[in-house]
């Protein structure tokens, strides 16, 4: 088949009865439906037996987190283009043709990624990727349809198909020789930034990423960490300025990483101040003693991505603040802000 949706699931039950058969439905004749089990405590892949015949387990001997649990499960997996799909994802009718047959049809795309909406309230979109994302000057990761808090409505105001930066891991189509041509997920991420990392590495090596918007999802989110937990918290910080480690121009990473540490701590006090929270503003420190502990531990990483540079500048990588943006003008929507810049 030519393509592959692997849904990585870790105690998941609830979330696979729920989203699974339709997943089957909508997906007949298109693809191989495959579970990627990462170790799951509850009855999982026992409930996966109701499915013996039409979907392809492959059960991991530990929990290896987002990341690695791809890694380990695709290595397993034959198609030209995989589908990371999260568990919590409601499909919809013909929702994987729109994305193959764009890619099929450009050669040049490396991946992309569906609109993708809220289970909660099926007008608005999605905070985990929206319509497609990109990265500001300092590395701050913004979506069409959500920046920051500010979350959309869907009218149709990002229905054109675009290149972005970055397609959420939500629902993400990647072609399998881009995928490990660029060296697959990170597996030292564990979690989170781990497919903006990626899908910047690509858009480094000269291949495009877009956002299909005529294939449409809806995603619950939060589903492993709800929001607002520390750990979530303390991956987010160290996962992000370890990318911009990786992925930095030579010309900007310094400039870059010194403005970050003091809106780093900025973020630290807000959090205690006004957000109240003592394990918030522990994660955020933490996070920086991490980064500053291991990021001597991606110098090969960075020397081969920079190696690999093709274009010179990359435009979905912004070089405008969007904290100014947001904060300091009150640009509160992906399109006020780019129609101002």
């Not at 101040?273 to 522990?282: E, G, T």
């Amino acid at each position: 088949m030519k393509v592959a949706v692997v849904i990585l699931n870790w105690n998941g039950r609830e979330m696979l009865v729920k989203y699974l058969p339709r997943v089957l439905e909508y997906s007949r004749n298109e693809a191989d439906v495959i579970v990627a089990d990462n170790d799951s405590s509850d009855d999982s892949v026992a409930y996966l037996d109701n499915y013996s015949k039409a979907v392809r387990v492959i059960q991991l001997e530990e929990n290896y987190g987002f990341a690695e649990g791809y890694n380990r499960a695709l290595k397993q997996v034959t198609a030209d283009y995989y589908v990371l799909l999260n568990s919590d994802v409601e499909v919809t009718h013909h929702w994987l043709t729109p994305m193959t047959e764009f890619m099929d049809s450009h050669p040049d795309v490396a991946a992309c990624q569906p609109k993708l909406l809220a289970v909660a309230d099926k007008d608005s979109f999605e905070y985990a990727g929206a319509s497609g994302g990109y990265l500001d000057r300092y590395g701050y990761p913004f979506c069409r349809g959500r920046v920051f808090e500010t979350v959309e409505q869907d009218r149709g105001q990002y229905d054109v198909a675009a290149d972005v930066l970055w397609a959420t891991g939500a629902c993400l189509m990647i072609r399998s020789a881009d995928y490990w041509a660029a060296g697959g997920l990170d597996g030292r991420f564990f979690a989170h930034s781990e497919e903006i990392d990626l899908c910047w590495r690509l858009r480094i090596m000269g291949r495009r990423i877009c956002c299909i918007p005529d294939s449409v999802v809806y995603h619950v989110g939060g589903g492993t960490l709800p929001k607002n937990n520390p750990l979530k918290t303390f991956l987010n910080f160290r996962n992000n300025l370890t990318m911009l480690y990786k992925n930095l121009p030579d010309g900007e990473l310094r400039r870059v990483m010194r403005v970050r540490r003091w809106l780093d701590y900025l973020a630290a006090v807000k959090t205690l101040v006004l957000d109240r929270s003592l394990a918030d503003f522990k994660a955020i420190l933490r996070a920086r003693r991490e980064y500053r502990r291991w990021r001597h531990d991606f110098d090969a990483d960075r020397r081969r991505i920079q190696a690999m540079r093709i274009p010179a500048d990359i435009p979905e990588h912004r070089r405008y603040s969007i904290l100014w943006q947001y904060y300091a003008r009150g640009r509160k929507t992906f399109g006020a802000i780019e129609d101002a810049t």
